[in-house]
């Protein structure tokens, strides 16, 4: 089989390069959808913004997706108004992130485009998940990178067509068509077999007609305790306390905590991580849903479902829920102000504590852990995906949603990719200017 030929990619911020006329029409189709999806229903404030921006970024007009321009635009500020006081827009921001995410991880899923909006950015990433014969997925990013299907030769040059090209065009046209849905079914099929999805922890998380809750990190915790120097216990945070210590503080510090309070980010690595999972769990049909740490209550873990939790306790703190059944503990030393991993029952050439070179987004070696867990008392399973650093977390994340890199991993370390066994495994890798490489397995734990 031919395959059509991808065009090279293209920038938006170039006003040289904008986006087709039927590229902007399938987006705006796409972008209808999702406002009238569930996730948005009920939010008139967050699809306003959501239209907005996607708007803004395909028409390549990235001035306006800053801060008090979307303030000023999408709700109507004043001009001078004080961003550091209201806080709307990233507010509102953060909302979308999450039901973007919800969105998103329904199953059944098979859309053209996604849309996300990284932490800390008002400008929208767009992936187009079109694909030729060659199972590749062509990714366009609003503000960063598109790539077009259509070669040169089939784009058309003029809207005055006869029938002879019209006909040409409408047959390739489903040409496209055919190959796209072809492309489509072989990685549909490709997904569903056993090989890919019969790998621990999916085959005990996805084996089931359990839902599973995703609950992703709190950027704005770990930011507080960095800030201040105290530490948030699981307590602390289950009852809504969310600044150590604020007796300790000044009026100035204490207002700047809530400031930081506002908005519930998300972190920038989980919005992938969440992503590769929905995509597995559409496989089997699963049902996944996303939470932020801060929206969960301890009675919504005791339950028999099965739950996946992003981010050390210093960004999660319900993670310490399951910390102190695994031999690898994370632990905050207070002497270097920076999270370590300890090794509690240290095996023949480990060492007893794992302490990264590289500070978040920097350049160093870095530890993470996936563990495999039963829930506590309860029947479902728990997968916990963390890393000292985002990179940590994120690297991770990338190994453990992908099957067959996994189930190497696991071989290697005696685990039977099948199981029923449940693992805990330390990760090490290299981080460079926060893009994490040479991720490899230090030691691992059956039980």
């Not at 239209?51 to 999408?74: N, P, W």
């Not at 969440?274 to 301890?298: E, P, Y």
Request: hydrophobic fraction near 40%; charged fraction near 20%; aromatic fraction near 8%.
């Amino acid at each position: 089989m031919q395959s059509i030929p991808v065009s090279e990619a293209q920038t938006l911020e170039d006003p040289r390069n904008a986006a087709k006329p039927w590229d902007v029409a399938s987006l705006e189709l796409h972008l209808n959808g999702v406002l009238e999806g569930e996730a948005f229903k009920g939010s008139h404030r967050s699809g306003k913004f959501l239209k907005y921006i996607v708007g803004r970024a395909v028409a390549g007009d990235f001035d306006s997706l800053k801060e008090r321009a979307i303030g000023i635009e999408v709700f109507g500020r004043p001009p001078g108004y004080d961003t550091s006081v209201d806080a709307i827009v990233r507010v509102t921001a953060s909302d979308v992130r999450k039901r973007l995410l919800q969105h998103y991880v329904r199953p059944g899923m098979a859309l053209e485009y996604q849309i996300s909006l990284p932490a800390g950015s008002y400008v929208p990433k767009i992936i187009r998940e079109s694909r030729s014969c060659t199972d590749q997925p062509v990714v366009s990013t609003a503000g960063v990178r598109t790539q077009e299907h259509l070669s040169a030769d089939l784009v058309p040059q003029s809207t005055s067509w006869g029938r002879e090209e019209l006909l040409r065009f409408v047959l390739t046209a489903l040409l496209i068509s055919a190959l796209n849905l072809a492309a489509f079914v072989v990685v549909r099929n490709r997904l569903q077999r056993p090989e890919h999805i019969a790998v621990l922890p999916w085959s005990a998380i996805f084996g089931t007609s359990r839902m599973t809750q995703i609950i992703t990190s709190d950027p704005n915790i770990a930011e507080i305790q960095g800030f201040t120097g105290g530490q948030i216990t699981l307590s602390d945070y289950a009852n809504h306390k969310y600044i150590p210590d604020p007796g300790l503080l000044t009026a100035e510090q204490r207002q700047f905590c809530q400031v930081i309070l506002r908005g519930d980010k998300a972190s920038v690595v989980d919005m992938p991580i969440v992503m590769a999972v929905g995509q597995l769990a559409q496989a089997t049909a699963s049902k996944v849903a996303v939470h932020g740490a801060r929206n969960i209550q301890f009675s919504d873990l005791q339950s028999d479902e099965n739950f996946i939790l992003l981010g050390s306790p210093r960004s999660n703190p319900w993670s310490n829920l399951y910390n102190d059944r695994l031999d690898f503990r994370f632990e905050y030393d207070t002497k270097t102000r920076k999270e370590v991993i300890r090794n509690v029952h240290p095996q023949t050439g480990e060492l007893p504590i794992y302490a990264g070179t590289a500070p978040g987004w920097a350049t160093g070696q870095s530890y993470a852990i996936m563990a495999f867990l039963k829930n506590l008392d309860q029947s479902g399973q728990v997968l916990w995906v963390a890393g000292h650093t985002a990179e940590g977390t994120e690297a991770a994340g990338k190994l453990v949603s992908d099957p067959p890199r996994l189930a190497t991993m696991l071989k290697k370390c005696g685990i039977r990719p099948q199981g029923p066994d449940h693992f805990e495994i330390l990760l090490r890798l290299n981080a460079l200017a926060g893009s994490p490489s040479n991720v490899d397995a230090v030691s691992c734990r059956v039980f």
